[in-house]
C-alpha cells in the first residue's frame, strides 16, 4: 500500500511503568512515518470503556479498563500518538507484534515487552490501531482536530460563546 495514513499508538501504562518509552519510540522512528500528534495523559473510565467497546461483552472488561487507566500498574497515564505516513497502520502493526505477547514475534514490540498475567490480562504495553476505520475513530476519541498537526480528517469551524471551534465534521465523536 502507498497512501498516507494516520493510526493511533498508545504506550500503556505498563511501558511507562518499565521505562520503555524511549525503546518503542525509536523502533517507531525506523517505520519513517511522521508524529502528528501527541500527549501524555490519564485516561478517564469513559474514554477507556469508548476505546475498548468492541470488547464490553468480554468477561475481563473490567480488568481491561483497570489496566489502560493505570490502576494495575499505578502509573496512571499513558502516551497517545497519532503517526501519520505511508503505509502507517500496517508498519505500527507489523512492528507492534502480535496482540497476545506470546504469540508475537520476539523481535516485535509487545514479543519483546510484553506478558500474560495469571488472570489471562494480555500486557503488551504499545496500542496500535487495527485498520483506517478504527484508526479514525480512535484518532478522533483521543484528540481534538487542533492537537493534531495535519489535517487528516474533515473539520468544520464553529461558533461556541463567542469563541471560533476545529470540530470533527464526521460526529464519530463530539
Do not use: C
Request: aromatic share 8%; no cysteine; hydrophobic share 40%.
Amino acid at each position: 500500500m502507498n497512501i498516507n495514513q494516520a493510526t493511533l499508538v498508545i504506550i500503556k501504562p505498563d511501558g511507562l511503568k518499565k521505562s520503555l518509552t524511549g525503546n518503542i519510540l525509536t523502533r517507531l522512528s525506523e517505520m519513517k512515518l511522521e508524529i502528528a500528534a501527541a500527549r501524555v495523559m490519564r485516561v478517564s473510565r469513559e474514554l477507556a470503556a469508548e476505546h475498548y467497546r468492541h470488547m464490553q461483552d468480554k468477561p475481563f472488561f473490567e480488568e481491561l479498563l483497570k489496566y489502560l487507566m493505570g490502576e494495575l500498574h499505578n502509573r496512571k497515564k499513558v502516551l497517545a500518538m497519532v503517526y501519520y505516513g505511508k503505509d502507517a497502520i500496517r508498519k505500527v502493526r507489523l512492528l507492534a507484534g502480535s496482540t497476545n505477547p506470546e504469540e508475537a514475534e520476539p523481535t516485535s514490540i509487545r514479543g519483546a515487552y510484553g506478558r500474560i498475567t495469571t488472570n489471562g490480562l494480555y500486557e503488551n504495553v504499545i496500542h496500535a490501531s487495527e485498520n483506517e476505520e478504527e484508526a479514525e475513530r480512535e484518532i478522533k476519541l483521543w484528540f481534538k482536530p487542533e492537537e493534531i498537526i495535519f489535517d487528516i480528517y474533515p473539520t468544520e469551524i464553529t461558533i461556541r460563546n463567542n469563541v471560533q471551534e476545529k470540530n470533527w465534521l464526521s460526529g464519530i465523536v463530539d
